[in-house]
Antibody, heavy 123, light 110 residues
């Protein structure tokens, strides 16, 4: 069974840093693209970042570009999101997700989601 | 990247059909057949319901169907059931190799 479990959320002051982790299991982590998506309290989903299976390609939403860094350790089956210069508007539940694949094909969509980890930015 | 446009709410009676629209621009919905729809119940993680405009992942009911015309995609739920009451989000791949979501539509079963 495909599972992704986020951790690392918590309370951080504006301007501070936090690193989120996403532990993957039940599939070949090193062959799948991964994503981060966030959801502010009471608001909709917002795309954050994508990383390719080997980490060679990374993409970011304009709202986090230059402040957030996505990375992965395929030897540890773990995805990361390093968040620096945090702002009040970054406060949200952060979801890790895996690309959806069926048989031998993968698609431009987020197929499997974790339960999320809450990041609170406040002084 | 501006959010895709969805109606804030849609409602219907059990057994009826409802349709949720999702409007983007030429650099996302209009240019790519990579539109997805997600269902989210309160306090839960989103669940993929439709991908590639009209494809259903295994295990998703065939009461859910998707389509697209120009810059607007649509999700139709047929035979509406109480369990379908949730928030629904559309998403599209973009020309920047990123994704954009809609603001979400709350579906209420009357």
């Amino acid at each position: 069974e495909v599972q992704v479990v986020e951790s690392g959320g918590g309370l951080v002051q504006p301007g501070g840093s936090l690193r989120l982790s996403c532990a993957a299991s039940g599939f070949s982590f090193s062959t799948h693209a991964m994503y981060w998506v966030r959801q502010a309290p009471g608001k909709g989903l917002e795309y954050v970042s994508t990383i390719s299976s080997n980490g060679g390609r990374k993409y970011y939403a304009n709202s986090v570009k230059g402040r957030f860094t996505i990375s992965r350790d395929n030897s540890k089956n773990t995805l990361y999101l390093q968040m620096d210069s945090l702002r009040a508007e970054d406060m949200a539940v952060y979801y890790c997700a895996r690309v959806y694949c069926s048989y031998l094909n993968c698609y431009e969509t987020l197929g499997y989601w974790g339960q999320g980890t809450l990041v609170t930015v406040s002084s | 990247q501006s959010a895709l446009t969805q109606p804030a709410s849609v409602s219907g009676s059990p057994g009826q059909s409802i349709t949720i629209s999702c409007t983007g621009i030429s650099s996302d919905v209009g240019d790519y057949n990579y539109v997805s729809w997600y269902q989210q119940h309160p306090g839960k993680a989103p669940k993929l319901m439709i991908y590639d405009v009209s494809q259903r992942p295994s295990g998703v009911s065939d009461r859910f169907s998707g389509s697209k015309s120009g810059n607007t995609a649509s999700l139709t739920i047929s035979g509406l059931q109480a369990e379908d009451e949730a928030d629904y989000y559309c998403s599209s791949y973009t020309s920047s190799s990123t994704y954009v979501f809609g603001a979400g539509t709350k579906v209420t079963v009357l």
